[in-house]
């Protein structure tokens, strides 16, 4: 299973090597332990260049903490996080507390204020550092300093901290206040949901003064150009005072994780979404200072219960099943199925020349796609007649969830229909020398097979049996002569006995020549004894009929006989262009 590792680290973190804010390169090691714990050492280095110039702000909402760095030199104003009351409030200790190290005074509930040094603050948990040209402040969330409101309906942690100290007859203050949506998302059944407050106001005080320079969005703490988040199915929609962002389920980008839960199949589907909003505030002067404000959310479905889907992309002139399976994250594999009962490991199907295909999609998902010729003897065939012919599977698929290796299991059925399958048309002739068959060519020919007994007909067969097999046109012409391997021959015989005397011809008056207790025989012209003759397009027919005289009691009202009945059509079939006509 492919697994997967983000590490982020901030410009200004601990192990980062800065060269004057514009170049930074992050030294760590990569520690990989195998399956008997066994470690592997990788030293990674990476060195990135300042992509964009600096904001007058920067704000990042990271997963567990936040982060601000502004510029060291900047004009002394009011904080836009406060009131004029609070800053007022915050000037005056500021002056009477400042000294030429640095300090960072908190304000709390009720505009109380806390003020320390750098390192009392370190001691609680903040980060505060200087660059070659910024003031970095850093702290996690839900800290003994920060707040949690709500910015229009969105749950907001908000700090406000303010960096000082003397400088000659100077006091320089620093606004580092930060605030981060601290909601997680929600989900529809299948969009995830993340709602952001357009104007930070615990940043912007005054929204008149507030201008908003860019929106823009990604993943992985990269942005994506519009049209990429707009093909993947993202949206970014600015609906009041609210900006709402909203990324389907499965979404390329983001990540799947399978479950067993009840033996029914689960997923878990997770994306790191980035935003990042630049604004500026105008002041009257017209000169501004921007802020350029980042946060990454892990946004997460809760466990959503999955039905596998299996499409039948048979066709039939291919003459074999097509059907795909699907779709999967990386954590699921196909071990086994069983095929009409027939159990099968995906090695034994491939060794039995199934094939088992693996189908890539660009989202990261796969599928599987099994082909089974109609030929096959797992296949099953019912002929429903009137030329209805189905060939039927029935798969039941076993899947693992990796690396535990649960089970799961997906049943399907497909059924191919041929509707005009029609068996070959086969007529016999008897003659003094055998039986003549012929056999007309079926409308699916690759579909029958024509037998003797329970043996296919071929040509092999024919000429060991001493039978004749010619090929035309039409179909095929099996010539049997009598006494040859095949025939079956059996007595007529009846019940109560017919009397060999009392057998005619339809012309009562034309009797056997000869008769004896087994077995009689008639020899007679083809215009007497009652005969009929019948024309076809290429022949003609003459028929009799051998009947037995049955006698009657009393004669006078005949209500009674004990005579069997019997009667026996023959038929002879001569040429047009034969003498006999």
Not at 239 to 249: H, K, W
């Amino acid at each position: 299973m492919n697994s997967r590792l983000t590490l982020r680290a901030s410009y200004f973190s601990c192990y980062t090597q800065n060269q004057d804010d514009e170049s930074f390169r992050f030294l760590f090691n990569v520690i990989v332990a195998d399956g008997e714990d066994r470690e592997t050492k990788y030293r990674v280095k990476k060195t990135c260049k300042l992509p964009l110039a600096w904001s007058s702000r920067e704000i990042i909402c990271e997963e567990t903490y936040m982060e601000v760095t502004v510029e060291k030199h900047v004009s002394c104003t009011a904080s836009e996080s406060m009131s004029m009351e609070s800053w007022n409030t915050a000037l005056s200790m500021a002056r009477l507390t400042a000294s030429t190290t640095w300090q960072v005074m908190f304000m709390g509930d009720e505009d109380t204020m806390e003020s320390m040094s750098f390192t009392d603050a370190l001691d609680q948990g903040y980060r505060l550092d200087t660059s070659p040209t910024r003031v970095v402040f850093r702290t996690t969330y839900r800290q003994p300093h920060s707040q949690t409101v709500l910015v229009d309906g969105v749950a907001t942690e908000v700090i406000n901290a303010t960096v000082y100290y003397r400088q000659k007859w100077v006091v320089i203050m620093l606004d580092l206040s930060a605030a981060c949506t601290i909601n997680h998302g929600t989900f529809d059944g299948e969009q995830l949901h993340w709602s952001i407050p357009r104007v930070m106001t615990p940043l912007v005080q005054d929204p008149s003064s507030f201008t908003s320079s860019q929106i823009r969005m990604g993943i992985d703490g990269q942005l994506l150009e519009e049209t990429v988040w707009r093909s993947r199915g993202f949206d970014l929609e600015e609906t009041g005072p609210i900006i709402n962002i909203s990324v389907p389920f499965g979404a390329q980008g983001g990540y799947r994780k399978s479950f067993v839960l009840d033996n029914t199949y689960h997923e878990i589907y997770a994306i790191f979404m980035y935003y990042e909003h630049v604004f500026s505030r105008v002041y009257a002067d017209g000169t501004d200072d921007e802020t350029r404000h980042r946060m990454m959310r892990l946004l997460e479905t809760p466990m959503v219960c999955q039905n596998p889907f299996t499409v039948d992309e048979t066709v039939l002139d291919e003459h074999r099943f097509t059907v795909m399976l699907g779709h999967f994250p990386s954590d699921i594999e196909l071990v086994s199925m069983k095929i009409n009962g027939v159990f099968l490991t995906i090695p034994e199907a491939f060794q039995q020349g199934y094939s088992v295909m693996t189908l890539s999609n660009m989202n990261g998902t796969h599928g599987y796609v099994l082909e089974v010729p109609f030929d096959n003897p797992v296949v099953h065939r019912a002929y429903l007649g009137e030329g209805l012919l189905l060939y039927s599977l029935n798969i039941n698929y076993t899947l693992h969830v990796l690396p535990q290796e649960e089970p799961f299991y997906h049943l399907a059925s497909v059924v191919a229909q041929f509707h005009n399958a029609f068996p070959p048309d086969i007529t016999a002739t008897c003659r003094e020398s055998g039986i003549i068959f012929y056999i007309g060519k079926p409308t699916l020919d690759h579909l029958w097979e024509v037998g003797v007994g329970h043996e296919l007909l071929t040509p092999e067969l024919a000429k060991r049996r001493g039978y004749i097999l010619t090929n035309d046109t039409q179909g095929l012409i099996l010539e049997v002569p009598v006494f040859t391997y095949g025939y079956t021959y059996e007595t007529a015989t009846t019940w109560p006995k017919v009397l060999t005397r009392q057998i005619t011809l339809r012309d009562k008056t034309c009797q056997p020549q000869q008769a004896h207790d087994t077995r009689i025989m008639f020899s007679f012209a083809l215009n007497t004894c009652g005969t009929k003759s019948m024309v076809g397009d290429s022949y003609v027919v003459y028929e009799n009929e051998i009947i037995s005289a049955k006698q009657y009691i009393p004669k006078d009202n005949p209500i009674i006989t004990r005579d069997s009945k019997f009667r026996l059509t023959v038929q002879c079939f001569y040429p047009l262009t034969s003498d006999y006509v």
